[in-house]
Every structure is written in structure tokens, then in C-alpha cells.
């Protein structure tokens, strides 16, 4: 074989070796495509994507995800946003949208944040992603979810709670001078429910505070409160509150409106609060819930936890965290702070602050100093040290020229002497074109003598430490740039100042977040108008010139009439596009407003000055209401909307913004008493009003928490056994002044101000547990009928406390029966069919009271899922007297029977009424010919065993 038979053989076995070798990587690539497959996981949020404890959870998921997973996982997001949970068929429109957008899904695993998200993986998760295994994390109410997570092997956990004792420990310790404390949140909550169950326990355990428990109050009602009737003491904040319209108010808004109000110390249980005035607490961390959850998702996906006999519930770690700002405003001392707590807002030092910059010269000058030193003891090794010394510079040089920091120095002459290649970069100019000239000309006309001066401080005093400042920079383009400087002079072997040495940070980003940061902290989300702290600001500067001037200033605050309606028929999203139309009328017709904000919901406030007489403000105020002449619209119908404005002025009738505020809105609603658009000047009699007003309000609602609230119970007999078979419960006020008061005064005012609420779900749980009690005394009743109003039936969970209430009294849910009147039933049909179709399906009994009064009352009778009618006491009253009334009670009993309705009469007083009734077959009768209403005692002796 000669040499190139041998070559080209060694050749063809190189070309085979290498295809093989080929062969096998491309195998290997693609078996591993599958081997190595990325896990694909869904992370299904409660709330929105800008809600900052979804931003927390979110970074808490990815910290870990980043750090502990074994393999590759996408992440997926999707944000429910819950506040449209109330809007109609919402949770089914979800539904349609995942399951057609995840029809072909391959997900490992699912995480649900918080209760919305778990509702939902309850009811449509196994319709969607069939049986994935779900982790939830952020679940404030665990128990009503136990049975079905014990029972589902699926399901795996994270679970809030909130501790309330290391609370109040920690307020005893850190003040133990005070005498009371607020408990303040929404009664609905399952913290304020949990103080308020144990509230006998706490107060024998911390015997040195009066705990004063503040539940369902707006703000205002909490602040007036606070600064009348509680003047000391913190204020430990469970949950947000509602505003004056009954709505949820924003966490961040609530501590801060109480600070401003009342500067008192705030304590809080989440973390949601913190950043916002308050000191602090141990509190619930949405990050460390973040990362739990993720933690537990990364051992499901690797196999190390076995989610169906491990522990499927665990709880999440609370942490002791205080604002060091808030602690220093009411001279709270570091070292009383439980151990391992954590600071917030804490100041930076000097060195904290500039450590690169300070380490980066720190560098430098050891660099040059042991470069001196190894210069003078070696310098019998020239050569050597030459070429060390080249080495360094170069080393120096790459430093200066890498360095992301802008360097540069100047002689005593102003001239640039050095420009390294950051400054070139974020200045536009190359180096060649600035060496040699006036540092100076870098800056604006406005900022160059501010430069000017800081540098001849440094180069011409005796001054050795280093200066710093922002100053703007303008770039070859004529952009400026926000520029952190640090400068410090360089000196010769005599300690005089050669050259200046700058040190630039670019902070231009900084400043543009800040800036944007600051525009949202005075500015409404929605609309893009000033906000309430805003205005107040403004009109203190406003305020201060009218003194100082002499001028007269008027402030509006303006409310939109029943705008509730539209939110609770359209939804929130269709109540939004209309302020926004609002806000755009009112910028594009009143070109001369001096200030327009809006309060908060359907309120706007403007403030007007310089004018010259009254009727300048009244014209000002007709061209406001005239932006609500023409309608509105939205998703092609038109709306036609009424606003009310209260005027108040200065210096008449207030002399500081508040009260200026307070007065306006007094006056507002005093115009909206009359109807259509209108507005109205504050005088001082309304004070008298309002104080009357917040005195009745007071006392009903002192009376419900009192018990001062009596149920008298009025019976319904069978008109063919002529026995009691139930009875309505009508409620009475007891005050120890005015003896009973009659339901007709004070259930109106209970509607107006909301408090019906409240009070009707004391008369639902006292009428149950009088059912109780008289089914355990051996009395047969078949039912007890409570009236509910249309605020009640509105409420988003009105049946599950219904469902609450009846299972906590252990009764049946046919004996407590509902009474709806049509006017009641007919405000919302849809909302209100299904939910009294819902009603029914468990048991319940629906009473349609007053039928007859309505204007269209046989229409509604084959669309509402009623039980039972209730003939008005008019027509029986007058049966005798006007024919038709005879007719007509005939014709409603018959259609009732032929609809499958009972019918009851009521108001019925005398035997011929009873016998009328009675030919004319009605099932029921109740009214003063039995017996007038009567407390329960003396009730219950009309029952019989």
C-alpha cells in the first residue's frame, strides 16, 4: 500500500468517524427535546396586574422559580381582576375565554393567588385543565374551603393568617401609656369577625387598653370618631374601609386618610398597608406567600413532594416589619422592637449611598499608593518596574475607559483635561472635540453657575473633602441629562490643587420614574385629573395668595345623582367610561377652571378664584351643569344624567380648606334633595342639619349594636284549620327617651345612610333564633317572614349569609320565609329573578307583600319565583265599600291558585272580611281581627304543642 492509498484511507475512516459522531448528536438532540422538555406552568391571579400584592406574590414565585427549579419553567400569567366579580355572568365569561384559549393545553401545574382564583379552580378548573395538581397560596378563610381540599387530592397550599395577639402585644409594649385602641376594618371580614367573636377574651387578657371595636364605618365616620370621642390611643387597622358612599376604599388610600386626619400611630396586619403612614406590625407577606407556593410547586414538578399524602395545608410565615420614618415621628425606640424585625424606608449614609463611586476611588488610590511603594523599595529594578508601571496604567486606563460612570477631570483654567469613554457615550461628544475646552459650556445657562461655583470651592479653598450635587448636563444633541456628581481635587507634591477630578452618575431614569411616581401620587387613576391631595395642596397655595391678596375664593363639590345605578345595572366598566366622558366634557366647555380634581367615585371638586361678585359663581356654576344637558353614550344608549353642586366661599363662610370642603359638601347634598340638575350656596343653618342628621344616625346604629332593636311578631292564620301556622316579624326601636319607635321612622333613614344592611341582618339572625326557640319550647309554627329591602337583595353575598345564618341557628329554611314588596323585586328583574330563583331551589319561601299597589302587578306575577301573595290591607280595607275592590281581591285569588301561589290577606279587622275571604277560598289571613303585633313572650302564648 503506498503512502497516498494509506492518506486517503485514514481519510475515509476520519469522514465515516465523523458522520457517525454526527449521527449520534443529532439523536441525542432530538431524544432530549423531549427528555428535557420545559415544564409549563399557570399562574391564575385574584386581582389585577398593577395591584402591588400581586406584583409581590409575583416576584416571591419568580425568585424561587429562578433559583430552585431543576429544569426549565414557563411561567403563564392570567389576572381575574375580582372587582368585576360582581358584574353579570362575569365568572362565566371567564370560563369561555380559558377554556378556548387553553383547549389544546399541556400545563404541569397551576397556582391559584388568593380566594377568587381557588373559587374559580373550584368550579370550572376540572372543565378546563382536567386533573392538574393546584397549589393556592394567599387563602384568608380557610375553613370554608377545608372540606373540599381534604377531600381533593389535587389541592395543596399556602394559607393567611393574620395574628392579631403579637399585634396587640406589640402595641401594649410599645405604648404603654395609652388607655384605649381602635380596632378598626369592614364588618364583613373574617379578621374583624374573629376580634369581635373573642373580644370578651382580649379584653380580660390586655386588662391595661380599652379595645373599641369599629366595624362597616366609612372613613369619616372612623375619623370623627377618632377625634371625638377616642382622642388617644393608635389605631390598629384590619382591612380598608368604605368611603362615604359605601365603597371599598383603595388600601394605600385608607391609612393615609386616617394619618392626615389624625396623626395617630397606625398599626397593621398585611403587608399591603406598609409605605402608606403607618408604623407597622407583624404583618402577612404576600412575597414570602409568593414564594411558599412556589417552593411547594418546584417539589411537585421534581417529585419530592407527594401531593396526595403530604400535608395538603400550610401556613405562611408573618413577619414583624416597621416603617423607620413612622417610628421617628412618634419617638419610637429601635431597641424595643421584637428580634429579626425588619426596617422599611430606612435613611442610607453617605457611603451606602455613593459606595461604587467611593470603592471605584478607593481603588485608584491604594492602586497608586502601592505602586509608589513598590517603586521606592525596588528601584534597583527599573526595567522591571517600568514595565509593572505600564502594565498598571494600562490596568487603570481599562478601568477608567470600561467604567459605566462618567470620568473626567479639568486644570485650574476650566479646560477639560480628561474624558473617558462613558462621557463620550451619554454626551455625544468625542473626546477630541472637548479636551481643551471650557468645562462650562456642558451646562445651561441656568446651571452653569451652580457648577462654577461648586468646582472654585473645591480647587481654590483650603476644603479637602469631596463635594457632591445633581446638576443637568446637556448633550451634543441639546437633550439634558440628570447627572449625580461627585467631585474631588487632585493635588501636586506642594498639596495645591491641580485638576478637579468628576465623578458623573447618569440618574436621568431615576428622575423620569420619579417624575412619573409623582404624577400618580397626585393624580386620579381613571381620569388623569388632579386627586384630593392634589387639590388640597393646591388651594392651600390658592388659599395663601387670597390673604395675602385680599380675593375672594369658591370651592364646588359636585356629585353625580344615582350614579350607583348605572354601576350596579351596567357594571363598573360602563360607570367608568362615563366619568371619563364627563371629565372630557367638562375640560372641552370650561376653558377657565383653576382647579378641577376629582374627589374619589362620582365626586368632582373645583376650586374658582378672582372672581368679582356672586353671580360670577353662579354663572360658573351653570356652565358646570350645562356639560350635563345633552346624554351620554355608551355602547350606543343614551344616558342622561343629573349632577348637584354645594358652593362654599371664602373667606364668608371658612377660612381654611377643610372646613371650606366640609362646607361645600353639606351644601351639596342639601342640593341634591331637589330634583334634576341643581346647586346651592352653604349658609350655616345646614350645620344644624347635618349635626342632627349624624346624631340620628348615631343612635340607630348604637341601637343595633345594643340590642335596643325588638322584633314583634304578628300571626297568619289558616282560614281553613283557624290555627296560627306563622307570623311576620316586624321590627320596633326601643330607646329609653322616646319609648317604641314605629318602624315608619327611622326604617327610611336605616335605607338613606345604609345602615339597613346591618340591620337587616340583625332581624334575620334574631327572627331565626326565635324559630329555634319556640321549635325547642315543643310550639308549632310552619314559618316566621322577615321584609328585606332592595339594598339587602344587592348585596354580593346575600345568600351565602343567608345560608349562614340558618345553619348557625339550626333551622330548617323553609321556616324562615322572605317578603319582597314588587317595587322591591322589580328594580333590578334580572338580578333579582335569579336570585330569588336561587332562593327557592333551596326551600326557601318567597312572600310577595303589598301585591296590588304596583303598576304592573299580574305582569310579575309569572316571572318572579315566589311562594306565596300577600293582598295590600287597601282592597280588604275598603271590600265593602267600592265593588270593584270585591272584584278584583276574587280575580287575584283565582290567579294566584291557577299560577300554583298561595294567597294571604292582610289587614283584615272585622268578621265580614273574614267570611269574604273565606267563600272566596284565600289560604291565609292576617290583621287586628286575630291579634295586633306583639312581642315574642306574649306571642308564643297564641301557639299551640
Not at 207 to 236: A, H, M, R, W, Y
Amino acid at each position: 500500500m503506498n503512502f497516498n492509498s494509506l492518506y486517503n484511507n485514514i481519510q475515509m475512516r476520519h469522514i465515516s468517524s465523523l458522520i457517525l459522531l454526527l449521527i449520534l448528536v443529532s439523536g441525542y438532540l432530538l431524544i432530549s427535546q423531549d427528555v428535557f422538555a420545559a415544564e409549563e406552568v399557570l399562574i391564575l391571579h385574584s386581582y389585577s396586574s398593577d395591584l402591588e400584592r400581586t406584583q409581590k406574590v409575583n416576584a416571591g414565585l419568580n425568585s424561587v422559580f429562578a433559583d430552585l427549579a431543576s429544569t426549565e419553567v414557563n411561567l403563564h400569567y392570567e389576572y381575574m381582576d375580582s372587582s368585576k366579580l360582581s358584574q353579570f355572568d362575569y365568572l362565566e365569561q371567564l370560563f369561555e375565554i380559558y377554556r378556548n384559549k387553553y383547549l389544546q393545553n399541556n400545563f404541569d401545574l397551576i397556582i391559584a393567588v388568593d380566594n377568587a382564583a381557588l373559587n374559580f379552580m373550584f368550579k370550572y378548573g376540572r372543565m378546563i385543565f382536567t386533573e392538574l395538581p393546584v397549589v393556592f397560596t394567599g387563602i384568608d378563610n380557610y375553613d370554608q374551603y377545608a372540606d373540599i381540599i381534604e377531600g381533593n387530592p389535587n389541592y395543596v397550599g399556602i394559607r393567611e393568617d393574620t395574628d392579631i395577639e403579637a399585634n396587640l402585644n406589640l402595641i401594649e409594649k410599645l405604648h404603654p401609656q395609652t388607655k384605649d385602641l381602635i380596632i378598626a376594618g369592614l364588618t364583613s371580614s373574617n379578621d374583624f369577625q374573629e376580634v369581635q367573636k373573642n373580644l370578651p377574651d382580649l379584653a380580660a387578657k390586655y386588662q391595661n387598653l380599652e379595645l373599641i371595636l369599629n366595624g362597616g364605618n366609612s372613613l369619616d365616620e372612623l375619623i370623627f370618631k377618632l377625634n371625638n370621642t377616642f382622642p388617644n390611643g393608635p389605631v390598629l387597622l384590619l382591612t380598608t374601609l368604605r368611603d362615604n358612599n359605601q365603597e371599598i376604599v383603595p388600601y394605600a388610600k385608607a391609612p393615609e386618610f386616617i394619618y392626615s386626619n389624625t396623626e395617630r400611630p397606625i398599626y397593621v396586619v398585611r403587608d399591603i398597608f406598609l409605605d402608606h403612614n403607618v408604623i407597622g406590625g407583624k404583618v402577612t407577606s404576600a412575597r414570602e406567600q409568593g414564594k411558599k407556593a412556589g417552593e411547594l410547586a418546584v417539589k411537585i414538578l421534581d417529585g419530592s413532594f407527594n401531593i396526595a399524602t403530604d400535608s395538603a395545608v400550610h401556613n405562611s410565615q408573618n413577619q414583624y416589619t416597621f416603617d423607620y420614618t413612622m417610628m421617628n415621628k412618634f419617638d419610637i425606640r429601635m431597641d424595643k422592637l421584637p428580634d429579626k424585625s425588619i426596617l422599611i424606608n430606612e435613611p442610607q449614609t453617605f457611603f451606602a449611598k455613593n459606595a461604587k463611586v467611593i470603592i471605584n476611588f478607593a481603588i485608584l488610590i491604594v492602586i497608586l499608593v502601592v505602586i509608589l511603594i513598590y517603586f521606592v523599595k525596588n528601584n534597583f529594578k527599573l526595567k522591571h518596574l517600568q514595565k509593572k508601571l505600564r502594565e498598571e496604567k494600562d490596568f487603570n486606563h481599562n478601568i477608567i475607559e470600561t467604567a459605566r460612570i462618567f470620568i473626567a477631570t479639568i486644570n485650574r483654567d476650566d479646560k477639560i483635561t480628561s474624558f473617558n469613554s462613558f462621557a463620550e457615550e451619554i454626551t455625544g461628544y468625542n473626546r477630541e472635540e472637548v479636551v481643551g475646552e471650557n468645562w462650562y459650556d456642558l451646562f445651561s445657562p441656568k446651571m452653569c453657575e451652580h457648577a462654577r461655583e461648586t468646582t472654585s470651592e473645591i480647587l481654590f479653598s483650603e476644603q479637602q473633602e469631596p463635594q457632591s450635587g445633581e446638576i443637568q448636563l446637556i448633550t451634543k444633541t441639546g437633550d439634558r441629562l440628570y447627572i449625580d456628581w461627585d467631585f474631588a481635587r487632585l493635588t501636586n507634591h506642594d498639596q495645591a490643587a491641580d485638576n478637579l477630578l468628576l465623578l458623573g452618575t447618569d440618574i436621568t431614569e431615576q428622575k423620569h420614574v420619579e417624575g412619573e411616581l409623582d404624577f400618580q401620587i397626585y393624580h386620579d387613576s381613571l381620569t388623569g385629573l388632579p386627586n384630593l391631595r392634589y387639590f388640597r395642596e393646591k388651594a392651600e397655595v390658592y388659599l395663601e395668595e387670597a390673604r395675602n391678596e385680599d380675593t375672594k375664593l369658591a370651592v364646588f363639590v359636585m356629585d353625580i345623582n344615582n350614579f350607583n345605578i348605572i354601576n350596579n345595572t351596567l357594571g363598573h366598566l360602563a360607570g367608568d367610561k362615563i366619568l371619563l366622558k364627563i371629565t372630557s366634557r367638562i375640560n372641552e366647555n370650561l376653558e377657565e377652571k383653576d382647579l378641577f380634581a376629582r374627589m374619589g367615585g362620582d365626586q368632582f371638586v373645583f376650586l374658582f378664584k378672582d372672581f368679582a361678585s356672586t353671580e360670577d359663581v353662579i354663572e360658573y356654576a351653570y356652565q358646570v351643569l350645562q356639560c350635563f344637558e345633552d346624554a351620554f353614550q355608551i355602547a350606543s344608549s343614551d344616558f342622561y344624567l343629573k349632577a348637584s353642586i354645594g358652593i362654599s366661599l371664602y373667606p364668608d363662610d371658612a377660612a381654611n380648606k377643610e372646613d371650606l370642603l366640609k362646607q361645600a359638601d353639606v351644601a351639596m347634598h342639601r342640593a341634591k334633595e331637589n330634583v334634576g340638575n341643581q346647586f346651592g350656596f352653604y349658609n350655616a343653618d345646614m350645620n344644624q342639619s347635618l349635626t342632627e342628621f349624624v346624631i340620628q344616625e348615631n343612635s340607630l346604629r348604637k341601637a343595633i349594636e345594643n340590642e335596643d332593636i325588638v322584633l314583634f311578631y304578628q300571626p297568619i292564620i289558616d282560614l281553613t284549620t283557624e290555627k296560627i301556622v306563622g307570623a311576620e316579624a316586624l321590627v320596633r326601636w326601643y330607646s329609653e327617651e322616646k319609648g317604641l319607635i314605629s318602624p315608619a321612622e327611622f326604617i327610611p333613614f336605616a335605607e338613606d345612610t345604609g345602615l339597613i344592611i346591618d340591620l337587616g341582618e340583625y332581624v334575620l339572625r334574631k327572627a331565626a333564633a326565635q324559630i329555634k326557640d319556640w321549635e325547642e319550647k315543643g310550639y308549632q309554627i310552619k314559618h316566621v317572614s322577615v321584609n328585606l329591602s332592595v339594598k339587602q337583595l344587592q348585596q354580593q353575598k346575600f345568600v351565602n349569609l343567608l345560608n349562614q345564618i340558618i345553619d348557625e341557628s339550626g333551622i330548617r329554611p323553609g321556616q324562615l320565609a322572605l317578603e319582597i314588596t314588587e317595587s322591591t323585586a322589580i328594580e333590578d328583574i334580572n338580578t333579582t329573578h335569579n336570585l330569588l330563583l336561587e332562593l327557592r331551589d333551596n326551600n326557601m319561601q318567597i312572600l310577595l307583600d303589598d301585591f296590588g299597589t304596583g303598576f304592573s302587578s299580574l305582569n310579575y306575577l309569572t316571572k318572579l319565583p315566589i311562594t306565596v301573595i300577600k293582598i295590600d290591607r287597601s282592597f280588604i280595607f275598603d271590600i265593602f265599600q267600592d265593588e270593584k275592590d270585591q272584584r278584583l281581591v276574587e280575580a287575584i285569588i283565582a290567579v294566584s291558585h291557577r299560577l300554583g301561589y298561595q294567597v294571604v290577606a292582610e289587614g283584615v279587622e272585622t268578621k265580614a272580611q273574614l267570611d269574604f275571604l273565606r267563600i272566596n277560598n284565600c289560604d291565609m289571613a292576617q290583621g287586628y281581627y286575630f291579634d295586633k303585633p306583639l312581642p315574642a313572650d306574649q306571642f308564643e302564648k297564641s301557639l299551640y304543642f
